[in-house]
Protein backbone atom coordinates (compact mmCIF):
# COMPACT_ATOMS: atom_id res chain seq x y z
CA UNK A 1 0.00 0.00 0.00
CA UNK A 2 1.54 3.32 -1.32
CA UNK A 3 1.22 6.25 1.86
CA UNK A 4 2.83 9.70 1.54
CA UNK A 5 3.91 11.05 4.93
CA UNK A 6 4.54 14.48 6.00
CA UNK A 7 6.89 15.53 9.13
CA UNK A 8 8.47 18.55 10.38
CA UNK A 9 5.90 21.03 11.39
CA UNK A 10 6.23 22.67 14.04
CA UNK A 11 6.25 26.73 15.67
CA UNK A 12 8.32 28.84 14.95
CA UNK A 13 8.61 32.86 15.48
CA UNK A 14 8.35 35.28 12.41
CA UNK A 15 11.72 35.37 10.07
CA UNK A 16 12.08 31.68 11.53
CA UNK A 17 12.51 28.04 9.37
CA UNK A 18 11.46 25.35 8.99
CA UNK A 19 12.03 22.36 6.35
CA UNK A 20 9.11 20.17 5.81
CA UNK A 21 9.65 16.38 4.71
CA UNK A 22 7.67 13.88 2.76
CA UNK A 23 8.51 10.18 2.26
CA UNK A 24 6.21 8.13 -0.06
CA UNK A 25 6.48 4.79 1.15
CA UNK A 26 5.16 1.00 -0.44
CA UNK A 27 5.90 -0.41 -3.32
CA UNK A 28 6.73 2.33 -6.15
CA UNK A 29 7.49 2.55 -9.65
CA UNK A 30 7.39 5.89 -10.25
CA UNK A 31 6.60 9.66 -9.53
CA UNK A 32 4.88 12.04 -11.69
CA UNK A 33 4.58 15.22 -9.35
CA UNK A 34 4.86 15.64 -5.78
CA UNK A 35 3.65 18.97 -4.28
CA UNK A 36 3.06 20.60 -1.14
CA UNK A 37 -0.66 21.92 -0.32
CA UNK A 38 -1.34 24.22 2.60
CA UNK A 39 -4.78 24.64 4.23
CA UNK A 40 -5.55 27.58 6.40
CA UNK A 41 -8.58 27.69 9.42
CA UNK A 42 -11.71 28.61 6.91
CA UNK A 43 -9.81 28.20 3.74
CA UNK A 44 -9.68 26.43 0.59
CA UNK A 45 -6.71 23.95 0.28
CA UNK A 46 -4.21 25.64 -1.77
CA UNK A 47 -0.68 24.79 -3.90
CA UNK A 48 2.41 26.32 -2.73
CA UNK A 49 4.98 24.56 -4.87
CA UNK A 50 5.11 21.46 -7.29
CA UNK A 51 7.94 19.57 -8.84
CA UNK A 52 7.90 17.10 -11.63
CA UNK A 53 9.54 13.99 -12.48
CA UNK A 54 11.64 16.26 -15.44
CA UNK A 55 12.18 18.63 -12.70
CA UNK A 56 9.64 21.63 -13.29
CA UNK A 57 9.33 23.76 -10.07
CA UNK A 58 6.64 26.19 -9.29
CA UNK A 59 5.80 28.04 -6.74
CA UNK A 60 2.72 29.81 -5.23
CA UNK A 61 3.37 33.64 -5.86
CA UNK A 62 3.11 34.37 -2.03
CA UNK A 63 6.12 32.06 -1.33
CA UNK A 64 8.19 32.79 -4.16
CA UNK A 65 11.51 33.47 -2.80
CA UNK A 66 11.07 31.93 0.44
CA UNK A 67 10.17 28.15 0.13
CA UNK A 68 12.42 25.74 -2.12
CA UNK A 69 10.76 22.50 -3.28
CA UNK A 70 13.28 19.61 -3.84
CA UNK A 71 13.18 15.54 -4.30
CA UNK A 72 15.16 12.85 -3.54
CA UNK A 73 14.39 10.21 -6.38
CA UNK A 74 16.60 7.64 -4.65
CA UNK A 75 14.51 7.99 -1.62
CA UNK A 76 11.03 8.62 -2.84
CA UNK A 77 11.24 11.95 -0.77
CA UNK A 78 9.82 15.46 -1.42
CA UNK A 79 11.51 18.66 0.85
CA UNK A 80 10.00 21.93 1.48
CA UNK A 81 12.08 24.27 2.97
CA UNK A 82 10.80 27.17 4.26
CA UNK A 83 12.16 30.66 5.25
CA UNK A 84 11.26 34.13 6.69
CA UNK A 85 8.07 32.88 7.58
CA UNK A 86 5.55 35.11 8.80
CA UNK A 87 2.04 34.28 10.47
CA UNK A 88 0.14 34.00 7.13
CA UNK A 89 1.80 30.70 6.34
CA UNK A 90 0.50 29.05 9.21
CA UNK A 91 -1.86 26.14 8.05
CA UNK A 92 -1.68 22.79 7.85
CA UNK A 93 0.48 21.43 5.04
CA UNK A 94 -0.27 18.58 3.13
CA UNK A 95 1.77 16.43 0.65
CA UNK A 96 0.82 15.46 -2.68
CA UNK A 97 1.93 13.18 -5.26
CA UNK A 98 0.88 11.47 -8.71
CA UNK A 99 2.77 8.15 -8.84
CA UNK A 100 2.67 4.59 -9.68
CA UNK A 101 2.65 1.41 -8.29
CA UNK A 102 3.25 -0.27 -11.63
CA UNK A 103 3.69 1.11 -14.92
CA UNK A 104 0.82 3.12 -16.12
CA UNK A 105 -1.31 3.20 -13.48
CA UNK A 106 -1.44 6.38 -11.49
CA UNK A 107 -2.86 7.26 -8.94
CA UNK A 108 -3.36 10.71 -6.34
CA UNK A 109 -1.94 10.01 -2.77
CA UNK A 110 -2.34 12.91 -0.05
CA UNK A 111 -0.39 12.74 2.99
CA UNK A 112 -2.10 13.16 6.69
CA UNK A 113 -0.50 16.92 7.26
CA UNK A 114 1.36 18.69 9.69
CA UNK A 115 1.17 21.38 11.69
CA UNK A 116 2.37 24.85 10.94
CA UNK A 117 2.14 27.66 13.20
CA UNK A 118 4.27 31.04 12.84
CA UNK A 119 3.53 32.85 15.77
CA UNK A 120 5.70 35.00 18.65
Known amino acids: QVQLVESGGGLVQPGGSLRLSCAASGSIFSIAVMDWYRQAPGKQRELVAS???????TYASSVKGRFTISRDNAKNTASLQMNSLQPEDTAVYYC??????????????WGQGTQVTVSS
Open 96 to 109: HGILSPDRGKYATY
Open 51 to 57: ITSGGRI
